[in-house]
């Protein structure tokens, strides 16, 4: 890996080639032990012509597994079960509707709250997620003992992929590994049962020796306000030797920056990250979509916005309810569903999922390009269940066999493109999250302008002032805004003719209103409302203006 021109050591710099160290051997160790998965995620032919089968034994896996649960008897899981496989998928539809997590509401209540065994799941479930409540109010999921260890699988190909591309595990886990996480702080209620973040769940698990690698330790995982537990961070990271960061990339990025900001006012030559971390290796991210920050991320790592790139990234298509997919590709977008840790996925049309009973389509029987709605069967009993975030498929597997299988064109490939209570469509414009996004790229790269978080929303007509947009970014010094507004509202009309339709001569939406705040606006919001944190997300665009408005109140007299 090149890097940047060496900065003035301090006495713990870490050292460009480093001794060899005990966590060394764990890397060796895990590369074994995964060998045999990693040939398997190489095998691109076995995931395209098993993936249909590997699905609907995981759904028949949980049927047997929850068939004595109060949901199972009600649903006649036992029945389901044993069916043969060509009836198995329908007979499930038929027995169990789609539903959001309101329709399980009283269930979960009954297991959390009360601590009743087999509800939605076998035996007692002692953790439950509390979401981040990206499209509602806050909800709570089961996580069982079976998700954890599904969730366990998911990470061992994080580290599979990692070394399809080229990182060392080796070489990886002899430095530290940096987590960012929600709080590890869980609330316990007098039936033992555990609600908190994710985090809280999944980082005490965390077993020696990889606590010997494992950053910012548990005293600042469990800390919850997070421009302190930032602060904290920089300052217990900036003298290790970082070799792998985890987390959403908007954080990230705030962290590398107060890395280097540290390692600056202890009077070092540092201009980039990899000035102070000159052994990182791999980046791993999810959540948010990365595009948009990746000029940043090029500048943080190697001092330009068109720059090198991190040595190796790995996407991930992280949720509460489950781990669903994983890029397995190195520099493209697409991530593979994860079809074998015991959860079945299905997909509804965009445009159908608020009708009655709409139609639901398994992975081989998607079409490419086509927007659909997310549908969970997990390990953790939650049926059928909405979980709310819009996909495109770039590749589609095998028919199963006794369909006659083929068809296909790969392993089950996606992309998020948004959420499906996210959008704009308050003149006929039609635009979603993705096509927001892009723009924003697009607009960034091409004008120069830095960009942090954003968010859109119609703007309504009035006195003298016709139907539009407003996009409130947050932007440093530099770089041409006038640029930026024609390049994003160019892009939008390169993505959607309803917009083009609607901006034709000018005669209906008027140019797009960039209204610029300083870096840090958007957190300053979040926060305000009781969501800032590694697992909250900043709402990308609605169809109302209460987040542009919020956003607003903080930032137009800081810029």
């Not at 049927?63 to 004595?68: E, G, I, P």
């Not at 950053?215 to 997070?226: F, Q």
Request: glycine letters at 10%; a neutral charge; proline letters at 6%.
């Amino acid at each position: 890996m090149t890097t940047a021109t060496a900065p003035v050591a301090g006495p713990s710099r870490p050292n460009s080639n480093p001794r060899f160290r005990m966590t060394s051997f764990v890397g060796l160790g895990m590369r074994a032990y995964i060998a045999g998965r990693i040939r398997q995620l190489s095998d691109i032919e076995h995931w395209k012509v098993n993936s249909a089968g590997i699905q609907l034994a995981q759904l028949r896996m949980l049927l047997r597994a929850a068939k004595a649960t109060v949901f199972g008897k009600q649903h006649d899981f036992a029945k389901l079960a044993e069916l043969p496989q060509h009836e198995l998928l329908a007979a499930y539809r038929a027995a169990v509707p789609i539903a959001d997590w309101y329709a399980s509401k009283d269930l979960i209540a009954r297991m959390r709250e009360g601590g009743e065994p087999d509800v939605l799941w076998p035996g007692k479930v002692q953790d439950f997620a509390q979401t981040s409540g990206t499209t509602a109010g806050d909800k709570y999921i089961p996580v069982s003992k079976q998700m954890l260890t599904s969730n366990f699988r998911a990470s061992l190909d994080i580290f599979g992929h990692a070394s399809r591309f080229g990182v060392s595990l080796s070489g990886l886990l002899a430095g530290k590994s940096v987590f960012l996480g929600g709080t590890t702080k869980m609330d316990v209620n007098q039936h033992g049962v555990r609600t908190g973040d994710l985090s809280g769940i999944v980082t005490p698990l965390i077993r020696w020796p990889l606590t010997q690698i494992y950053l910012p330790g548990p005293d600042i995982a469990l800390m919850s306000h997070w421009p302190s537990k930032i602060e904290a961070m920089a300052k217990r990271c900036l003298d290790e030797d970082v070799r792998m960061v985890s987390g959403m990339c908007s954080w990230e990025l705030v962290l590398f920056e107060k890395v280097v900001q540290l390692a600056r006012e202890q009077g070092r030559k540092v201009n980039t990250l990899r000035d102070v971390w000159p052994n990182m290796q791999l980046l791993v991210h999810g959540g948010v979509k990365y595009a948009p920050f990746d000029p940043r991320m090029r500048q943080m790592w190697s001092g330009a916005v068109d720059g090198e790139d991190f040595p190796a990234r790995v996407e991930l298509y992280p949720a509460s309810e489950g781990f669903i997919a994983m890029q397995d590709v190195k520099g493209d977008p697409g991530l593979r569903l994860l079809t074998d840790i015991f959860n079945f996925y299905e997909f509804v049309p965009l445009e159908q999922i608020d009708q009655p009973n709409p139609p639901a389509f398994a992975c081989w029987e998607v079409e490419k390009g086509q927007k659909y709605v997310v549908i969970m069967s997990t390990c953790a009993g939650m049926w059928r269940y909405v979980l709310g975030d819009v996909v495109v498929f770039d590749n589609v597997p095998d028919k199963p066999l006794y369909l006659g299988g083929g068809g296909g064109d790969g392993p089950c490939r996606l992309r998020i493109v948004g959420r499906h209570r996210h959008f704009i469509n308050a003149f006929g414009e039609n635009l979603i999250v993705e096509h927001i996004e892009n723009a924003v790229a697009d607009a960034a790269r091409a004008s120069g302008v830095v960009i942090g978080e954003f968010t859109a929303s119609p703007v309504y007509p009035g006195e003298g002032r016709r139907a539009g947009l407003e996009l409130v970014v947050e932007t440093r010094d530099g770089g041409d805004l006038a640029k930026f507004t024609v390049a994003f509202d160019n892009s939008l009309k390169t993505q959607n003719v309803d917009y083009t339709t609607k901006r034709t001569d000018g005669f209906g939406m008027q140019e797009p209103t960039i209204t610029p705040v300083a870096f840090g606006t958007f957190h300053k919001w979040m926060e305000s409302r009781g969501k800032l944190g590694g697992q909250n997300k900043c709402p990308r665009c609605a169809n109302h203006r209460d987040y542009v408005d919020g956003v607003r109140t903080f930032g137009l007299n800081s810029h």
